[in-house]
């Protein structure tokens, strides 16, 4: 709907991934809260009437940032051919992990039939593509601008999850703690 | 068959070679070439950004070039994650494509060059004013703390220059940057030649700081767990120095 286009326009962020081999690969984020409908999305999802996006619990996510970084990496294995997990999108879902362990990861930033919010990453081959607002009409809730992932993620956790010591956290944003994490956990 | 593969992996080097080139024109800013990599400006989802890529070295057999450049590209990035961990400034990671050989790293933007704040106090200078010599004091003490932190998180950084590090005067506080020759060593003997590369970086950059440098290592000595053997294997390295007059 025209109204829904609107909104979500000015409340989801579209990115392109610069960094990988093919001409034009775009990631689209948009944060929902007040979410109703988590396991039927689940369903969607492995039923595949949901295929080019993943679909997230915010609780671990340190910020779209996090998630960015995760996509590019996913995308660098899949080009690469050196996926560990299936397919593209499940390859996301373990980059956003620095462990090794593929249902960890799942289980950790995957949707939960309980979730209340959701971050979607929508990936999709032009900037404007009806593919995000597909997605993003299936989830029902309200969408807020992607900042308003501080509150929705429990950064006690994060810093759990992700073994950050405090003087780490002087002199470095979560974000950056996080994504220099996933990034490097092959090598470290 | 294992032939068909190890082709189709040459062939796939070289085209990723290429086709980082290629894209290295577009929206990447080249900022250095050195012996081991291009370092390029870049932007990275919005973030300021360096991109490291390291060349392929045709001479080299190619299974032995890629083994040494993925080492040396996990050495580096382990010893960046490494600082971190131990509340030492280093540019976080935010990508690491080991088949093209490239790391995108954070820009570090607040503060200056140590090199350019040193050119710019001048403290070689015999008149510097009092308030030279109190700011070269203070960049000293946080330089010769920082890396006493450093070596007690038994990281040494292989290559420290001036142009390796980055002051914020306003906070006091010194980032470490290039680890491309870093690697993990407890030995007092690793962290002696690491400081000895920086005297020797230093005094031919800044001449006349011979006392300021002093300092440093003092600042060093007293923040270390280890500094009087590390300070001790600094003397022996001097003496064995090049340029030694075969004398006594």
Redesign the interface.
Same mark, same amino acid.
């Given at each position: 709907c025209g109204l829904r286009e609107a909104m979500t326009a000015e409340q989801y962020q579209c990115?392109k991934l610069?960094?990988c081999?093919a001409a034009e690969r775009w990631v689209s984020l948009a944060l929902f809260q007040g979410v109703s409908n988590a396991p039927k999305l689940r369903a969607d999802v492995t039923s595949g009437k949901i295929s080019s996006a993943v679909l997230l619990d915010p609780t671990h996510l340190a910020g779209g940032?996090h998630v960015?970084?995760a996509v590019?990496?996913a995308v660098?294995r899949e080009e690469?051919r050196q996926l560990k997990t299936k397919s593209l999108l499940s390859e996301v879902i373990f980059c956003l992990s620095a462990s090794t362990n593929i249902s960890e990861s799942f289980r950790r930033f995957g949707l939960k039939d309980t979730s209340q919010s959701v971050l979607a990453a929508v990936l999709h081959s032009s900037r404007s593509s009806n593919e995000v607002t597909t997605v993003l009409d299936q989830i029902s809730g309200e969408m807020v601008p992607l900042d308003a992932l501080s509150s929705l993620h429990s950064s006690e956790e994060i810093k759990k999850v992700f073994k950050i010591?405090p003087?780490?956290s002087?002199?470095?944003s979560l974000e950056?703690?996080v994504?220099?994490?996933i990034?490097?956990k092959?090598?470290? | 068959c294992g032939l068909h593969d190890k082709m189709e992996q040459v062939e796939r080097v070289e085209k990723g070679a290429d086709?980082t080139s290629k894209k290295a024109r577009e929206?990447w800013k080249l900022i250095q070439q050195g012996a081991e990599a291009r370092i390029y400006k @870049?932007?990275?989802?919005g973030?300021p950004s360096i991109v490291k890529e390291r060349f392929v070295k045709s001479y080299r057999v190619l299974a032995l070039d890629q083994k040494l450049t993925q080492r040396r590209?996990?050495q580096e990035?382990?010893s960046?994650?490494r600082c971190?961990?131990?509340?030492?400034?280093a540019p @976080?990671?935010?990508?690491?494509?080991?088949?093209k050989r490239?790391i995108?790293m954070?820009e570090i933007t607040e503060g200056l060059l140590l090199k350019e704040h040193v050119f710019h106090l001048n403290p070689g200078d015999k008149d510097a004013p009092a308030s030279v010599v109190e700011a070269m004091n203070g960049l000293v003490a946080a330089l010769g703390r920082t890396l006493a932190r450093l070596h007690d998180a038994d990281i040494i950084h292989g290559d420290l220059t001036t142009s390796n590090l980055f002051f914020n005067p306003e906070k006091g506080t010194i980032t470490f940057l290039d680890f491309g020759l870093s690697f993990v060593s407890g030995l007092a003997e690793d962290k002696g030649v690491d400081l000895y590369v920086l005297e020797r970086a230093f005094l031919s950059t800044h001449p006349c700081t011979e006392s300021f440098f002093e300092r440093l290592l003092e600042s060093y000595s007293k923040a270390s767990k280890n500094g009087k053997s590390v300070i001790h294997k600094l003397d022996e390295v001097r003496m064995r120095g090049r340029k030694r007059s075969m004398v006594g």
């Open positions: 990115y610069e960094f081999e940032f960015l970084a590019n990496q660098m690469g010591p003087e780490e002087e002199i470095s950056n703690s994504v220099t994490r990034v490097t092959d090598v470290t | 086709a929206g @870049a932007d990275f989802f973030r590209m996990s990035v382990r960046m994650a971190r961990k131990n509340g030492i400034r @976080a990671v935010y990508h690491l494509d080991p088949q490239v995108v954070e």
